[in-house]
């Protein structure tokens, strides 16, 4: 599977962006899906994550209440709502995707096989 990331952009702190992750080539039904980011300087890190049977409830601790993932398997498109955005989550934005990954380790960047290009997110103070 061939996955797109867009919707990255510039906001002000306290602001909202849509990230969008379009996939090709097959399917996402039957995919775990993810949401990961890196900031300058930093490892690539967690964000959000849905398992195989696109129940999307893994977060990472810094974004809960704050971001939202979801996707439209007939649209083979994931999505990431981020709301109340703060200077710290400007980050180059990644969406993943495997066929294989168990609930358990949705949250490890190492268990997916398929990778998006990244969308740059910048959060002005």
């Known amino acids: 599977v061939q996955l797109q990331a867009s919707g990255g952009g510039l906001v002000q702190a306290g602001g909202s962006l849509r990230l969008s992750c379009a996939a090709s080539?097959?399917?996402?039904?039957?995919?775990?899906t993810g949401w990961f980011r890196q900031a300058p300087g930093k490892e690539r890190e967690f964000v959000a994550a849905c398992n195989r049977n696109s129940i999307c409830t893994v977060y990472a601790d810094s974004v809960k209440s704050r971001f939202t993932i979801s996707r439209d398997n007939a649209k083979n498109t994931v999505y990431l709502q981020m709301n109340s955005l703060k200077p710290e989550d400007t980050a180059v934005y990644y969406c993943?995707?495997?066929?294989?990954?168990?609930?358990?380790?949705?949250?490890?960047?190492?268990?997916?096989?398929?990778w998006g290009q990244g969308t740059l997110v910048t959060v002005s103070s």
């Open positions: 993943a995707a495997d066929n294989s990954i168990i609930q358990s380790q949705l949250w490890n960047a190492v268990q997916y096989d398929h």
């Open positions: 080539a097959r399917t996402i039904r039957g995919y775990a």
